[in-house]
């Protein structure tokens, strides 16, 4: 079969849209306080390193995908059951992500419509790109990533008269052990979450550097990320971000230009529409990737319909409310994710190296 | 069946067995000058010009003097006797039958098995017109007509190059149609002409009427509203797609030459915005894009912000607005779908009418439908505005003027059960398949998903002419240059 | 009710689905069936609102026993 490439281009869109995906309007990185653009600038670097991990076992293995890299690496048997645990997280994080949504959705606009519906309509849209294949995937990210660029800096120019620097003041009050969780926090969620990506992605144009996409797509996602928490902050204060569902929605909410331009929240719901279909459609697509690989089916498409239809009922029955939902994306999902994250993308690499190695020897 | 060596057996075959019952198709028989050998003549009247084989045929063979003629080798020797610009000498009686339908006469000698299909064509056509579908304030005004042969002329007066070709094919099992494939051999993608040459010759269907039966035979993604193949009545046009390295499909009998591989921006793009000013192209370039915007998603939005999204509205635009639809008895999607359909059928029903028949139906459209409607609590004023601003915001794209119908029906479907929510899903559906087609191997939306300067030069604006130095990427991979750089080399 | 429509809406888009790909693969069509059986599976007990199996609990309390050992251990 022809291995679906991605151009740099598409990849990096792809990649910053990933990681905006469902952190735009969330509150993440609540326990650093007033340092929380430190918190941010943070997380990306010590992103930087994990993401030079995928780079080079693409460059080691570049006519292979993720899965197929994994299985080369540890063999069948125990190839297979590292699979195994990244299509549940690709799976999990995927349906978390469509939790997320549904909860926007209703809590923010849609008071009264069943929560299952527009879910569903949004997983079929992603069931509907998965079918298509990542290039397709790729193409529309980027087409879409302008409106996502223009939607930032449309809220940014909007935002400036609101902007209230005193919620940064004073600098590292809480001494650094705050912002230190902070980092871990965001870092956890979303810039280490772009492990989904290292197993979605199948291959690169020729002449394009895998180095050089996952070093962008991390320095331009921490930059809206960064931008967008702070704005956010900005407005609304520490408190109100720690305590509020969406703090975005808030923030956004407020901004009034001469009583004419106002209520200008729908944008926000707009930019995290955009990236958590990304976002879903990419670990819909990664588990889809992981379910063929490990049954040795060499097309996955046929699986995405089950799947799709397996990650709605998981998203739905995941958790009971909005409360449990915010609590595990601050509280538990770093800890839970450290390993699939950190650890498993180490062993994976060392495991590659050696077996690069070894196979060069011969 | 084969021609034996006697004329009148011959004449019997043509006019017992294979034309029989036909009125229309002429024997002449004469004798050669002065050597008693007889002649015949078959050919079709009104496909010929008479006065034309009358002089250059018939006379010079019935005075010519039997020294000039040898028996042995009579064709060759009546060659120079005979003043046609082309004939050739033929065997095959299938052949012959076809020359003869094509407006050809076949010339038949005694003592020989063989014929002479001489060309004598000369049929009525359409003179060349400005072509009333596409029509420009500055530009050529010459239109492709209904001869293949006369649009093949219009092309090479444009292009000069020897480079330029043209590939003749007939379609069509009982239409016979010809078609030219024509393409600038050394800015054509190979893969992409081999992908045409390909379709075509899958063709198989009896009759090719109009090239719109080639359209639809090719055309990739065949479920998909959307045009993947191109077609126009411009010979500029055309030559301009030919140039930026497309491939153009003539066909006989009609004036629509197609052109592949068409891509959505194409939609966007006309003749003459490389005719005028580049600003005052450019401009009308976006604004062709806010039409598309405007044409599809206006009554969407407007249906999503009255009934999910009020607050949204500035207050006094949605006090005036709830007043104008106090009183109107029909839900708002009623209301939309209703009134945007009795629009589609004005606009339908003045296409095809005569242009007097079509004011009156303007005027009976405008003042009796909408002011009346209005009057009578039918539909409130808003929603005229906003089917009035769709309806003509969509004749800025001609290309898609089918397509946007359904595009705006699915929105507007998708905005009633999820307000602005539902718009942005179907948006997103949208472009899901607009990535996903391709037209001929490139990618549908090619330079429109591209962030590269060199591809925005074309799309989004009409960059000057000295700026735009290349031809597109994806479709000539070869001979980039459009012209050559001055300084250095 | 929502059971009968999801079931029939089920049947169909499996009938459709095998229908599209052209090709008799007997290992893909079992190996579709089952993903399509546990996603009807776990639709039905979602839709009967059955108390099942949640991962999120499990690994919430996995993660605080860990954290309260830690941090009874740091003590």
């Not at chain 1, 990096?12 to 306080?33: E, H, N, P, Y």
């Not at chain 1, 570049?62 to 549940?88: E, K």
Request: aromatic share 12%; with cysteine.
């Amino acid at each position: 079969m022809k291995l679906e490439v991605l151009s740099e281009q598409q990849a990096i869109s792809l990649m910053v849209l990933f990681i905006s995906g469902s952190a735009v309007v969330l509150s993440i990185g609540g326990q650093a306080g007033g340092d929380i653009w430190l918190a941010v600038i943070l997380s990306g670097l010590l992103a930087l390193p994990i993401v030079t991990v995928y780079a080079r076992l693409h460059s080691l293995y570049p006519h292979y995908d993720a899965f197929q890299i994994i299985i080369v690496i540890f063999g069948n048997t125990f190839g297979r059951l590292i699979c195994l645990v990244y299509t549940w997280f690709a799976f999990h994080l995927g349906a978390l992500v469509l939790r997320n949504f549904g909860e926007f959705i209703i809590t923010v606009g849609l008071e009264e419509t069943p929560q299952l519906f527009p879910v569903t309509l949004f997983a079929l849209l992603c069931l509907w790109i998965v079918k298509e294949g990542i290039e397709v995937l790729g193409r529309w990210s980027n087409f879409f990533f302008r409106f996502a660029i223009i939607i930032v800096l449309i809220t940014t120019a909007l935002a400036l008269p609101e902007l209230n620097m005193d919620h940064f003041r004073p600098f590292l009050f809480n001494g650094i052990m705050p912002v230190l969780q902070g980092t871990a926090n965001v870092f956890a969620f979303p810039f280490a979450q772009t492990i989904v990506l290292w197993l979605a992605f199948s291959g690169f144009q020729k002449r394009s550097s895998p180095y050089r996409i996952y070093w962008l797509g991390i320095l331009m996602g921490t930059l809206v990320i960064l931008i967008i928490t702070t704005l956010v902050v900005a407005i609304i204060g520490v408190e109100i971000y720690k305590h509020s569902y969406f703090p975005a929605y808030i923030a956004i909410a407020r901004l009034n230009i001469a009583d004419f331009v106002q209520r200008l929240e729908i944008i926000v719901a707009i930019m995290f529409i955009i990236s958590s279909f990304v976002k879903v459609s990419t670990c819909l697509l990664a588990t889809c990737k992981g379910v063929a690989a490990i049954t040795n089916f060499h097309d996955y498409r046929f699986t995405v319909t089950p799947i799709t239809l397996l990650m709605i009922s998981t998203s739905y029955f995941l958790f009971d409310d909005i409360m449990q939902m915010l609590f595990w994306a601050q509280d538990i999902w770093p800890i839970y994710a450290f390993p699939f994250q950190v650890i498993l993308p180490i062993i994976v690499l060392i495991g590659g190296e050696y077996r690069a190695k070894s196979l060069k020897k011969q | 069946m084969k021609l034996s060596k006697s004329i009148e057996k011959n004449l019997e075959i043509f006019q017992q067995k294979i034309f029989h019952d036909d009125d229309v198709i002429r024997y002449r028989r004469f004798t050669l000058g002065n050597t008693q050998i007889k002649c015949g003549i078959i050919f079709i009247d009104s496909m010929i010009d008479k006065d034309y084989l009358g002089e250059n045929v018939i006379s010079p063979l019935t005075r010519c003097k039997s020294e000039s003629i040898h028996l042995r080798e009579i064709y060759p020797s009546i060659e120079n006797i005979i003043a046609v610009e082309s004939l050739r000498i033929s065997k095959g009686l299938e052949q012959m039958i076809e020359g003869i339908l094509y407006g050809d006469a076949l010339l038949l000698i005694d003592g020989t098995d063989l014929g002479m299909i001489l060309s004598v064509k000369g049929w009525e056509y359409r003179s060349i017109s400005e072509p009333t579908s596409e029509s420009v304030v500055r530009g050529s005004r010459e239109g492709f007509t209904e001869s293949i042969i006369i649009n093949i002329s219009l092309l090479r007066r444009k292009i000069q190059d020897s480079r330029l070709k043209f590939k003749m094919q007939e379609l069509g099992r009982r239409t016979k149609t010809k078609i030219a494939i024509c393409y600038i051999e050394d800015l054509v993608s190979p893969q992409i002409l081999q992908e045409v040459f390909e379709r075509i010759n899958k063709i198989d269907i009896d009759g090719i009427l109009e090239s719109g039966y080639i359209e639809e035979l090719i055309k990739d993604s065949p479920l998909s509203p959307f045009k993947t193949v191109g077609h126009t009545e411009r010979p500029d046009i055309l030559a301009g797609k030919i140039l930026e390295g497309r491939v153009g499909i003539l066909c006989d009998g009609t004036p629509f030459v197609l052109t592949v591989p068409f891509i959505f921006m194409e939609g966007f793009q006309s003749n003459e915005d490389y005719y005028r000013n580049w600003a005052l192209a450019s401009l009308d370039r976006m604004l062709r894009y806010v039409g598309f915007f405007i044409t599809t998603s206006t009554p969407a939005i407007y249906l999503s912000l009255i009934t999910y999204h009020q607050e949204m509205i500035p207050t006094p635009l949605l006090l005036s607005i709830s007043a104008a639809r106090e009183g109107i008895p029909f839900p708002t999607i009623f209301e939309l779908i209703v009134l945007g359909l009795v629009f589609e059928i004005l606009r339908e029903g003045g296409v095809r009418l005569p242009s007097p028949i079509g004011q009156a139906l303007s005027i009976v459209g405008a003042i009796v439908l909408g002011d009346a409607a209005v009057t009578a609590n039918f539909v409130s004023a808003p929603m005229i505005i906003v089917i009035a601003l769709t309806g003509i915001s969509s004749f800025v794209i001609p290309q898609f003027l089918g397509v946007v119908i359904l595009i705006r029906l699915a929105f507007v479907l998708f905005a009633s059960v999820l307000g602005l929510y539902g718009f942005v899903f179907a948006v997103i559906g949208l472009f899901i398949h607009l990535m996903s087609i391709r037209s001929f191997g490139i990618p549908y939306m090619t330079e429109l998903s591209s962030y590269k300067l060199e591809d925005v030069k074309d799309t989004v604006i009409r960059a000057p002419w000295w700026w735009m130095q290349r031809r597109p990427k994806l479709i000539t991979k070869k001979n980039r240059p459009k012209r050559k750089r001055i300084e250095g080399k | 009710m929502q059971v009968v429509l999801l079931t029939t809406t089920l049947i169909l888009i499996v009938i459709a689905e095998i229908k599209l790909w052209h090709q008799k693969d007997t290992p893909k069509i079992i190996f579709y069936c089952i993903l399509m059986l546990c996603a009807y599976g776990l639709s039905v007990l979602q839709m009967t609102e059955t108390t099942i199996f949640n991962p999120s609990v499990l690994i919430e309390t996995i993660i605080s026993a860990l954290q309260n050992d830690n941090s009874e251990g740091l003590r």
